[in-house]
């Protein structure tokens, strides 16, 4: 648990204090993902770069979200890394990016009462969603990713980015309406 | 109400609605995460190596450090990326091998590296040996990022900038001082063609690794080694500013390669 107040921290201070606090939990991360220790150590690295980009981001965030921006950053950088190491590799990113492409007749936001309780039951159905498109919006909506960034992680286009969000908001807004999982 | 206004409506209802729940979804998971975390923290058996530490606090010191450099407008690793112009690669519609030394006598041309990946910074301990690809390859690599090995370097260099993109490898190394060296790797094919900065150099025939090379020293004191594996079609570079000549044909020397060949 972080104890000092991070807001009277400076930049340098806070991204530190973040570090000290995290970096098990950044590390024990990217293990999921590559067993060799220094590349282990080249993600949380990498991971520690882009949060020092974000700082303002991460200044916002309360301490739950700020945990989840850290370990949702350190698993989007162990992802890329993957990719980046080439065609032995693609098999183990395909399996944590892999988004059933079907076309899907969602239900129109006019058809949905977005109430309360709707939320919750979208946040309930959420571990049941695809790893991939969970990762896409996680990465849109909450690490604020921007298209090409998501396309560098996806292997695709920015417009094809576009395309997979739309899907993706479908699929889930379905499986919220429907409560059950889309084989 | 027009379609198309109602249509960008809902999209922007759906996606205000989709980054409300995954702030809260984030929140759900974030209490999941801080009680690992707490359980991490206890745990003697989940303590990260000490140099991963010290390498995550130069980071964060030296992104000050450059801020405060780059401030005060003093020379900083911008201005000596902005002299270090290396390398541009073009894949061409001609049949063209690369051939070293020969070459480029003939050709003068100017180039301009990219740099696309973040600035970073790491300490390399003394003795410390990559102990993997000593089993892999059996070369004492000392420092060992974006593919590319040193089984020598001198001392006081840490590595502040890196990239794998696909097409090349490239790290660079710097000194407190303000002097470093950068090594750059690409396997080429018959199609690729490499322009390398040879305005206004002294060229030397060196051998590198048992490979013929060239030796480019330029009248501003950078030097540049630069030859070709024939066997793997793969070109290496490596630049120094402010070093040596015999160390930076050291460094070329033990130079490791991990890369894959395309």
């Not at chain 2, 707490?38 to 130069?58: G, W, Y």
């Not at chain 2, 590296?113 to 410390?128: G, H, L, M, P, R």
């Not at chain 2, 490979?211 to 009248?219: C, G, I, M, N």
Request: charged share 30%.
């Amino acid at each position: 648990m972080i104890t000092k107040k991070l807001d009277v921290l400076n930049d340098q201070e806070f991204i530190t204090c973040v570090c000290e606090e995290y970096i098990r939990l950044m590390y024990y991360t990217a293990q999921k993902y590559v067993s060799n220790p220094q590349q282990c150590e080249d993600i949380v690295q990498d991971s520690l770069l882009r949060l020092m980009g974000k700082v303002e981001t991460l200044r916002a965030l309360n301490e739950p979200a700020l945990a989840s921006y850290v370990v949702a950053t350190v698993r989007n950088t162990s992802i890329n890394f993957l990719r980046r190491q080439g065609i032995e590799e693609q098999k183990r990113t395909e399996t944590y990016l892999r988004m059933q492409e079907q076309e899907l007749e969602a239900p129109s936001m006019d058809e949905l009462i977005i109430s309360r309780e709707e939320r919750e039951r979208l946040r309930s159905i959420w571990p049941q969603v695809d790893s991939g498109v969970r990762i896409l919006l996680e990465g849109k909506y909450f690490l604020g990713q921007d298209d090409k960034q998501l396309a560098q992680l996806f292997g695709c286009s920015p417009a094809s980015i576009r395309m997979k969000l739309t899907r993706a908001r479908r699929k889930v807004l379905k499986l919220m309406k429907e409560g059950e999982v889309v084989e | 109400m027009s379609n198309l206004r109602h249509e960008k409506l809902v999209d922007a209802y759906e996606k205000a609605l989709f980054a409300l729940v995954l702030e809260e979804v984030a929140e759900d998971e974030g209490e999941q995460l801080l009680k690992l975390n707490a359980a991490l923290q206890a745990d003697p058996d989940a303590e990260v190596p000490e140099q991963l530490k010290q390498r995550c606090s130069k980071i964060v010191q030296a992104k000050a450090t450059k801020e405060k450099l780059h401030r005060a407008a003093r020379y900083s690793r911008k201005a000596f990326r902005s002299v270090t112009v290396a390398v541009f690669i073009c894949v061409t519609l001609f049949t063209t091998v690369f051939a070293v030394s020969s070459d480029f006598r003939r050709h003068t041309l100017n180039a301009v590296i990219d740099v696309f990946d973040e600035y970073s910074v790491i300490t390399i301990q003394k003795d410390y040996v990559d102990k993997e690809m000593l089993e892999q390859t059996g070369e004492h690599v000392i420092a060992n990022h974006y593919n590319i090995g040193l089984t020598w370097m001198p001392d006081g260099y840490e590595l502040t900038d890196g990239w794998s993109n696909g097409i090349g490898d490239f790290a660079e190394y710097m000194s407190a001082e303000e002097n470093g060296f950068n090594l750059f790797i690409v396997p080429m094919n018959e199609n690729s063609m490499m322009q390398v900065d040879t305005e206004d150099c002294e060229q030397v025939e060196v051998t590198v690794q048992e490979h013929s090379a060239t030796l480019l020293r330029k009248s501003t004191g950078r030097l540049t080694v630069i030859w070709i594996d024939e066997d793997t079609q793969v070109f290496y570079q490596v630049l120094g500013n402010g070093l040596p000549e015999e160390d930076l044909l050291k460094i070329a020397d033990g130079l490791v390669w991990t890369g894959t060949i395309r």
